[in-house]
């Protein structure tokens, strides 16, 4: 996959992973809203193929970096770059490449409440693809709700008719609607119970597998960690403290780290044997 325009492309100055092929990179981002600095001086990879854990503490700024990341916010300063893209001098071209290729679940699901999980899923088809066939497009709905792992019926249903795990899976069915290499997602399994967050960490990890998916999921959740991640971000004094497997992360020396990862929470986790066990200690 080439992204337009990116032939040339300036690889001097890789903070991390060298040699690896980068899906997002983010260079001295800085955020501000009036006098509060949220980002400042933030760097980070995403590789392709992996699921990337982002956590930190509320308010540090995890979803306002997805928000940058996706366009949905010009950054006070630093540069961003998606696909090999420079997202604040694409031009529509590289900017609908960019969307095109990417899957978005939100914090708070967004799905359009009056529209049925069928309609939501068809709204990227319609929006990229406006040429085509109804019927098609229901089709491909149907497929990805099937993928999200939801029954056909839901298809038919309005958001409100749904469980909170049920309103995820269509979130997730409708980031998928245009088959997109890279998934954000943020807080996926929040409010979900203990099996049911197990059960979305696993499709999550499944589709990731079976559709070679790179994935930005942001969690509070110690469980989706130890369960799915590759590599862990943390967020933390405005930027990316550190960033690597669990095992080093685990062993940070800073005070954030240390009480998230050595807390009762992250024991029960981590000396689970199933993803569920430590849910169902919390639960
Ligand atoms: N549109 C906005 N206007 C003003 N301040 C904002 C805006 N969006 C976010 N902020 C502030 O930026 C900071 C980071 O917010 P953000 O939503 O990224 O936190 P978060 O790490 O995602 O937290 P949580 O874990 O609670 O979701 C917060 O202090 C928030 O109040
Ligand atoms: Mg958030």
Not at 48 to 66: A, C, F
Not at 231 to 242: E, M, S
């Amino acid at each position: 996959m080439s992204a337009p325009g990116t032939e040339t492309r300036d690889d001097d100055d890789r903070a991390d992973g060298g040699g690896e092929d980068i899906v997002v990179r983010v260079r001295g981002l800085e955020n501000r809203f009036g006098r509060q600095v949220v980002h400042e001086g933030l760097d980070l990879d995403v590789r392709r193929g992996e699921i990337l854990g982002v956590v930190g503490g509320s308010g540090t700024g995890k979803s306002v970096l997805m928000r940058s990341v996706l366009g949905l916010r010009r950054p006070d300063a630093g540069r961003i770059e998606v696909f090999g893209i420079d997202t604040a001098d694409a031009d529509d071209e590289q900017r609908a490449y960019i969307d095109r290729h990417t899957g978005v679940l939100f914090q708070d699901g967004a799905l359009f409440s009056s529209l049925t999980v069928g309609e939501n899923v068809e709204v990227p088809l319609k929006e990229h693809y406006p040429g085509i066939d109804t019927r098609l497009r229901y089709e491909l709905a149907l497929l990805k709700v099937k993928l999200a792992g939801l029954p056909a019926d839901a298809i038919d249903k309005l958001p409100a008719q749904l469980s909170g795990g049920m309103r995820k899976r269509a979130g997730i069915a409708r980031a998928l609607a245009l088959d997109p290499p890279l998934l954000f997602l943020d807080e996926p399994t929040a409010g979900l119970d203990p099996i049911g967050a197990a059960a979305f960490d696993e499709l999550v990890r499944t589709l990731q597998e079976a559709l070679g998916l790179t994935v930005f999921l942001i969690t509070h959740d110690l469980d989706t960690l130890y369960a799915i991640c590759d590599r862990v971000a943390v967020l933390a004094d405005r930027r990316v403290l550190a960033v690597g497997p669990l095992a080093e992360i685990e062993r940070v020396d800073h005070p954030w780290v240390q009480s998230y990862f050595h807390g009762p929470r992250a024991r029960a986790a981590r000396d689970g044997a199933a993803p569920t066990n430590a849910r169902a200690l919390e639960a």
